[in-house]
């Protein structure tokens, strides 16, 4: 089994700053891409930011400049450093990862999510 626990969410004033956390355990060959997403109320799911194994790292529109994904391989968990806040950051924010167990499956795990509520 693989868990992906995010950590780091809570209430911040716009332009403020939070880092959130996901670290992934168990049954772990190799981990791929990992990335966050979030989920705003009576909005779909959308990408916020990914980073592959080797570094390459893709960002949304809106969190370009603002927002910086990391990892750290010997730790398994990825980072959502999150500066200048707006209130429409406020959301749900997933983690993600594509990982390789020990049985040579790669499969596609999420985290349980982090509330993020940006104040106006």
């Known amino acids: 089994q693989v868990q992906l626990v995010e950590s780091g969410g809570g209430l911040v004033q716009s332009g403020g700053s939070l880092r959130l956390s996901c670290a992934a355990s168990g049954n772990i060959f190799s981990i791929y891409t990992m990335g966050w997403y979030r989920q705003a109320p009576g909005k779909q799911r959308e990408l916020v930011a990914t980073i592959t194994s080797g570094g390459s790292i893709n960002y949304a529109d809106s969190v370009k400049g603002r927002f910086t994904i990391s990892r750290d391989n010997a730790k398994n968990t990825v980072y959502l450093q999150m500066n200048s806040l707006k209130p429409e950051d406020t959301a749900v924010y997933y983690c993600?990862?594509?990982?390789?167990?020990?049985?040579?499956?790669?499969?596609?795990?999420w985290g349980k999510g982090t509330l993020v509520t940006v104040s106006s």
């Open positions: 993600n990862a594509a990982i390789v167990n020990s049985d040579y499956v790669r499969m596609n795990y």
